[in-house]
């Protein structure tokens, strides 16, 4: 069953297009601990997202939670600062409760209005470093979903979001 599976994906046009492209040598894994569920989130932005169905939404904001592999997402046209921070407060705050800390890159969408929910609950803010890369694995493993996306809009053009 499994080398049916894998001549299926070789096979795969659309599974070719949006496969990954793995240039890094295989590195050691590193779990990220959470003490307990929903206190301590991974937040990221997805690269642009160019399809047809998308109904003109470009950016995807995902956060996954490190304990239960959760992931929260939404689809934005325009994303600044301010609706990363009404991202935070909606859809984890509101809905999870109020978390130990949010780890997300050095971006100019986590500065700015995102520090003011996060000082407002006491939330400590860590940012991962380019040379720490296991930090963000959570987030990156969620990038699936915008290959996923693409991967099925093709088909299936009545699809929006």
């Given at each position: 069953?499994?080398?049916?599976?894998?001549?299926?994906?070789?096979?795969?046009?659309?599974?070719?297009?949006?496969?990954?492209?793995?240039?890094?040598?295989p590195?050691?894994?590193?779990t990220?601990?959470?003490?307990?569920?929903?206190?301590?989130?991974?937040?990221?932005?997805?690269?642009?997202?160019?399809?047809?169905?998308?109904?003109?939404?470009?950016?995807?904001l995902?956060?996954?939670?490190?304990?239960?592999?959760?992931?929260?997402?939404?689809?934005y046209?325009?994303?600044?600062?301010?609706?990363v921070?009404?991202f935070?407060?909606?859809?984890?705050?509101?809905?999870?409760?109020?978390?130990?800390?949010?780890?997300?890159n050095?971006?100019?969408?986590?500065k700015?209005?995102?520090?003011?929910?996060?000082?407002?609950?006491?939330?400590?803010?860590?940012?991962?470093?380019?040379?720490?890369?296991?930090?963000?694995?959570?987030?990156k493993?969620?990038?699936?979903?915008?290959?996923?996306?693409?991967?099925?809009?093709?088909?299936?053009?009545?699809?929006?979001?």
């Amino acid at each position: 069953m499994e080398a049916d599976c894998a001549a299926r994906v070789r096979k795969c046009h659309q599974c070719q297009v949006h496969g990954d492209l793995n240039h890094m040598p295989p590195m050691p894994l590193h779990t990220m601990t959470s003490p307990w569920p929903f206190s301590t989130w991974g937040i990221d932005i997805i690269r642009k997202i160019h399809t047809t169905a998308s109904k003109g939404y470009e950016f995807m904001l995902v956060a996954i939670n490190y304990f239960t592999k959760w992931v929260e997402a939404a689809f934005y046209k325009v994303l600044n600062s301010k609706k990363v921070a009404q991202f935070i407060q909606t859809n984890i705050i509101y809905r999870y409760r109020v978390p130990h800390e949010i780890i997300s890159n050095n971006g100019l969408h986590f500065k700015g209005e995102p520090e003011k929910p996060l000082r407002q609950f006491n939330i400590q803010h860590h940012k991962s470093s380019p040379y720490h890369p296991q930090t963000k694995e959570e987030v990156k493993v969620a990038n699936n979903i915008g290959r996923i996306l693409k991967k099925r809009t093709k088909n299936y053009k009545d699809w929006y979001l």
